[in-house]
């Protein structure tokens, strides 16, 4: 069969990239061995946050008194927030499956495998396309740790799979997913534990950002310890983590009912054939330029398979510019302007460059803040931590990042990435006129305090 394009993957890059390819009159063939949607529809993005709107409304609702809302004891149902969880992302996939079908992609539900540049072999048929899109996303990886393997250790599937969360855990790993699991177990009031390797917390991140968000979570009764190096696992009711402190050289262990494993994230490239049609790859990820092609012209690889974002938001944006570059369209995807969320309650978010990064890279920064409690909006809302924080080039006044710590800081943080996507300036942002009383508002003080002249400041603060 005889196609314009070929999809590999139904994740959100792929699945978007076979719509608008579909959009611009390309007859195009769609491959996914599993669930429409890929790892973020079903096993990432959307089971996590509907398990963390229920953690983060249990959470709230422990403080309704102060509002003036009394409540009887509370209690939560985990089986139920798990039907919910099913029942989301049920609807969703069967959402995709529409969307495709209305749009005339052809949908192979089987796993293909390359045979040449143009050339996909599917469930013993063989597809022929002149341009072929690799959207195969990534997989959990399982740590080198000793006892890594036993029972009640949980990959990130298993975890968001639950039908009954456990008392206690241990979550190796503090990258995003494993903060956001972190922040589900203690909203619902378990203990947690949270170990990493390295040195860093949330790596990349702004780290007063971070500091503001862990300050949080520790007030949860989150426990964390970075900088260790992991012995073993060992235990059967209760999993003892056993790991020595790289600063003290001290032995230590943590104990929880589960150990969570959050350790990242391994490229699905094996046994597609990528040699069959000439695909380079780095330690299993497929490079591209800046059109998303690989090293065969022909050939396109988006979303995690590339390496450039684990990011379903960003393999979304890739799939679009595939899908354009292909059909000889327009498009301005921009790698500098991808936000990063943690949905965390407070949310966090970033975009762009931090303050270090942007001095690492030699700009001569300016630096604007303004803390979340400031807004009336927070004070209503009863906040009382959060942060936005914007970096701009002191020379030419351009957005070169942003950071902020509040409650719906991953809506907000897309004004900013919209505005660096386009080179706007920090005075641009500062004109901007933002709604009242809303959280926004410190977006825009954040912008004025860059340039000396915010109104919410007093004058010796400026000084």
């Not at 079903?42 to 953690?55: E, M, Q, V, Y």
């Not at 351009?398 to 990435?417: F, N, Q, S, V």
Request: net charge neutral; glycine share 10%.
């Amino acid at each position: 069969m005889q196609f314009d394009t070929a999809i590999l993957g139904a994740g959100p890059g792929g699945y978007i990239c076979a719509i608008r390819c579909a959009q611009y009159g390309l007859k195009t063939v769609l491959f996914e061995e599993r669930d429409l949607g890929g790892t973020c529809l079903n096993r990432g993005c959307i089971p996590t946050k509907t398990i963390l709107h229920s953690a983060h409304l249990f959470c709230h609702a422990r403080r309704f008194e102060k509002f003036g809302i009394k409540v009887g004891e509370l209690s939560f149902d985990y089986p139920v927030v798990a039907a919910r969880r099913d029942k989301i992302v049920g609807q969703l996939r069967g959402g995709v499956a529409s969307l495709l079908k209305s749009h005339g992609v052809t949908v192979v539900p089987a796993r293909g495998k390359l045979l040449s540049p143009h050339t996909v072999e599917a469930d013993g048929q063989t597809f022929e396309a002149r341009n072929i899109v690799i959207a195969t996303g990534t997989r959990s990886s399982v740590p080198n740790i000793e006892g890594a393997g036993g029972e009640k250790i949980l990959s990130t599937d298993d975890f968001l799979a639950l039908e009954e969360i456990p008392e206690s855990a241990v979550i190796i790993g503090g990258g995003v997913t494993g903060i956001e699991f972190a922040s589900i177990l203690a909203s619902f009031g378990k203990k947690v534990t949270v170990l990493k390797r390295s040195s860093e917390i949330l790596p990349g991140a702004d780290e007063e950002i971070v500091r503001l968000l862990l300050r949080k979570l520790k007030q949860l009764r989150v426990t964390f310890k970075a900088g260790v190096t992991f012995k073993r696992i060992s235990g059967d009711a209760e999993k003892t983590v056993e790991y020595t402190d790289n600063a003290t050289g001290k032995e230590a262990a943590a104990v929880g009912q589960a150990v969570i494993l959050c350790t990242g994230r391994v490229p699905n490239t094996e046994n597609l054939g990528l040699e069959n049609a000439g695909i380079e790859t780095v330690r299993g990820y497929i490079p591209v330029d800046d059109h998303l092609r690989t090293n065969i012209a022909s050939i396109y690889a988006i979303g995690d398979v590339n390496g450039k974002h684990a990011l379903a938001h960003a393999a979304t944006a890739q799939g679009k510019a595939a899908a354009a570059k292909i059909a000889s369209k327009p498009n301005r995807y921009r790698d500098s302007a991808v936000p990063s969320c943690v949905y965390t309650s407070p949310e966090a978010a970033w975009v762009g460059l931090s303050q270090t990064q942007a001095e690492a890279r030699g700009y001569t920064v300016r630096v604007g803040r303004c803390h979340i409690p400031a807004a009336g909006k927070a004070l209503v809302m009863g906040v009382d931590t959060g942060l936005a924080k914007i970096v701009s080039d002191a020379e030419t006044g351009k957005l070169l990042g942003a950071a902020m710590i509040a409650p719906r800081a991953t809506d907000m943080i897309a004004e900013i990435a919209a505005l660096i996507s386009v080179g706007a300036t920090d005075a641009d942002l500062a004109d901007a006129v933002h709604p009242h009383p809303t959280l926004s508002e410190v977006i825009g003080e954040a912008a004025d305090d860059l340039l000396g002249l915010c109104c919410h400041l007093p004058k010796q603060e400026k000084e």
